[in-house]
């Protein structure tokens, strides 16, 4: 009896071993299972971090008006001496809107750029300061006149020399021109006395002169 209870205990536990170590078998792979769910959801959320695509949001438009654009000197600045930028606030010279647009639009393509003149056609000119393009070449001349603007051929630059920004000389007439129009304003104009008395003598011109003319056939006067 004791021999058979015996066996029955072996028995079980060989069963109870073996239930036990397929359980931890199925576990361990569950495990396994879910570690490897979990690496390739790790996996995927790398990939789709490393292929994301950026997607550039419109700028938030202010509903009562423009957007608010401010100026940062990441987005570029110029480089431009204090005595330039100091003249301009207090210029020796009278200068218009227009003048100032095209001295700012000739200092960006200039400066801007390193250069102290360049080549700068009228349409570009015309598309940075909103001026027609037929008044440009105007604006530039008045600038040029007053030494503001100086020319090296085709090309357009900021005279750096501030001392000789100034208004243009203007023209003097010479004393002979003057007497010339002077002698112009001066001139009679035409009366109508005159005429009056030439319609007047044709008359006494005219007996005077049948006077004088003799008859045909009449014998000349004896001489003495």
């Keep these: 009896m004791k021999n058979a209870r015996n066996c029955d205990r072996v028995t079980r536990l060989k069963t109870n071993r073996k239930t036990?170590?397929?359980q931890n078998r199925r576990q361990n792979k569950t495990h396994v299972a879910l570690a490897g769910i979990r690496g390739s959801h790790s996996l995927t959320?790398?990939?789709m971090a490393n292929t994301a695509q950026i997607i550039n949001f419109p700028e938030a438009v202010n509903?009562?008006?423009p957007a608010i654009v401010k100026a940062d000197i990441e987005n570029g600045y110029d480089?431009?001496?204090h005595d330039i930028t100091d003249t301009l606030a207090r210029p020796p010279?009278?200068?218009s809107a227009r003048e100032y647009q095209v001295i700012m639009a000739v200092i960006s393509k200039t400066y801007r750029f390193h250069k102290s003149v360049d080549w700068i056609a009228n349409g570009q000119l015309a598309e940075l300061t909103g001026i027609d393009e037929t008044?440009?070449?105007k604006v530039k001349g008045a600038l040029i006149k007053k030494r503001i603007l100086i020319t090296e051929g085709r090309k357009v630059g900021i005279n750096p020399v501030i001392s000789e920004w100034s208004e243009p000389e203007k023209s003097k007439m010479t004393p002979q021109v003057k007497n010339d129009l002077n002698s112009q304003k001066r001139l009679p104009k035409k009366s109508k006395t005159t005429k009056n008395k030439v319609e007047?003598?044709?008359p006494q011109k005219k007996e005077t002169i049948t006077k004088e003319i003799e008859p045909k056939g009449s014998c000349?006067?004896?001489r003495t």
Excluded: M, T, Y
């Design 220 to 222: 000349p006067p004896p």
């Design 135 to 137: 008044n440009i070449s």
């Design 93 to 95: 010279v009278k200068l």
């Design 20 to 22: 036990s170590l397929k």
């Design 200 to 202: 007047n003598d044709s």
């Design 63 to 65: 509903s009562e008006g």
């Design 45 to 47: 959320r790398l990939i």
């Design 79 to 81: 480089r431009l001496a």
